[in-house]
């Protein structure tokens, strides 16, 4: 009798349901619901300051708007001669203006605005100094490849995303605020250099963080709209350098506080990547971050419910996780993280070029950066609908061979407008810059796509190391733009079309899952081959 009654009151042994975390968040969680449009909203506010600390020098370090001969009290530095020895004693425009100081004697002129509205007037970076005013913007961005690197391989293998997320915030508005008290050049390059390799981890970690919590029908649009912050932030960079003007430390200063109030009151608010504590071994906590997104769906997480555990379950580009788990060591994973290298390196080049030579066009400065940053509000809705039901390849390609063809087309106006401004040529490098940035963004999407989360970040940051080498050397570009502009949007042009055409070698990531390892990748993508060859014979 007792055993009959222990009979009637075994609970039954539920069986384990095994599923990854793609397969959770379809069934169970929702592909984007409440929770995760927060989440991206939440990590997405980075990408504000992380535009501005890029693009802040497209005002502090500007070519002075012109210059004009002074009243002395020394006879020997008088105005009449001054007015005797140029063409164009009130300034002109600013590129004539400034070629004419280069044989004046020092204290016989003045610059319009003031010696402290740019770092080129307070230092007097013209005539046989003038490229020393690249130097700034192109450590800036060397210093985002080392930044890459290390803030890549941070997040994946030890603090997570969050935590990086975190840091680099931290450090981004440290060494932005120490930016306007350099005494120097040399000193300003070097904070310059130090905030490139702070903000690097902002970029990587909102894209990463966004991506990994939406089904897979999301993560392009997801992506996409991600970046309408980082428009935001471009946007806002002429209304609040306009009442800087006169003063570029200023603006440094004003720019150094959107990281530290995100960071005291954003940040805790955002959950850790339940992909990367999966692959860290923290099942559990994974679990609680899926659910606590259910629940904010209205939905429940089945009690039986278990993760699947990746058969290398760490992280990083070592061999931690078994033999050749790396994508350096991996022939296939190789050869798309070089041929992404490639195709960033030329967007890159291009997309931030394109911004930093809007003072080579005869346009005010203010006006051309606020038409320059509304173009890519089109930018990220034509991207995120292209990418809705366009191949990432044909997009990618496309965009960037589009850009090169703009910037080839500019040169015909730049000849023409020489001395006038050019509503055309304006229109065509706006045209241009949208067609890099759509190419910009959507590269960040791919790349997401071609990588499994073990190595995802470190991918992410080896395409962003592309980008901003790529970047490192277009303020080069930009102060030959000075003296030949035509010579400028050749190099623009030519580059971007060639980068269009590398993307052709990529393989098509749409509607394809995210893996959680090399190795599984590989053996799932050649059973995907294998499929479509088996459904086409």
Known sequence: MDNEEETTTEVPHEEKMELNVDEIIERYVGSFGLPQLLQVVLVSFAWVFDSQNTLVTIFTDAQPSGWRCKTSADPSLSSSWCMNNTASGGGGNKGQSVGHVCGLAAGSWEWIGGNSATTIAEWHLICHRKFLAAIPTSLFFIGSIFGCAFY???????????KTLLLACILTSTTTFL?????????????????GFARSGNGICCLVLST?????????????????????????????????????RYLYRIISLPPLVYTLFLVPLVSESPRWLLVRGKNKEALEVLQKFAGWNRKKLPNNVELIIPSQATTGTGNEGGKNENIWTT????????????????????????????????????????????????AVFIGGILLGFTDRRLLSSLSAISAGVSCLLCI????????????????????????????????????????????????VSMLRQSLMLGASLSPLLVVVGRLSPSLSFAVFGAL???????????????????YETLKQQEEEEVKRRRLIQNTVV
């Open 331 to 378: 022939r296939w994973a190789a050869k798309r993280m070089i041929t992404m290298m490639l195709f960033g390196f030329g967007v890159g080049f291009v997309y931030y070029g394109i911004q930093l030579n809007a003072e080579n066009l005869n346009f005010n400065l203010y006006l051309t950066v606020i038409i320059n940053a509304a173009m890519e509000i089109p």
């Open 412 to 459: 015909i106006f730049s000849a023409a407008s020489s001395t006038t401004s050019s509503w055309p040529q304006l229109t065509i490098e706006a045209i241009g810059f949208m067609a890099a940035s759509i190419a910009f963004n959507v590269s960040y999407i791919y790349c997401v796509e071609l990588f499994p989360t073990n190595v995802r970040n470190f991918a």
């Open 179 to 195: 930016t306007s008290f350099s005494p120097n050049i040399w000193v300003y390059s070097f904070l310059r250099f130090a905030n």
């Open 152 to 162: 890549g391989r941070l997040a994946d293998a030890w603090l997570g995303r969050k």
């Open 496 to 514: 971007a079309i060639v980068s269009g055409t590398l993307s052709v070698w990529l393989p098509e990531t749409k509607n394809a899952p995210l």
């Open 212 to 248: 990994e919590v939406v089904g897979r029908k999301w993560r392009g649009q997801v992506g996409q709209y991600g970046f309408f912050f980082f428009t935001a932030g471009f946007l806002s960079l002429p209304f609040i350098a306009y009442p800087a003007r006169t003063q570029w």
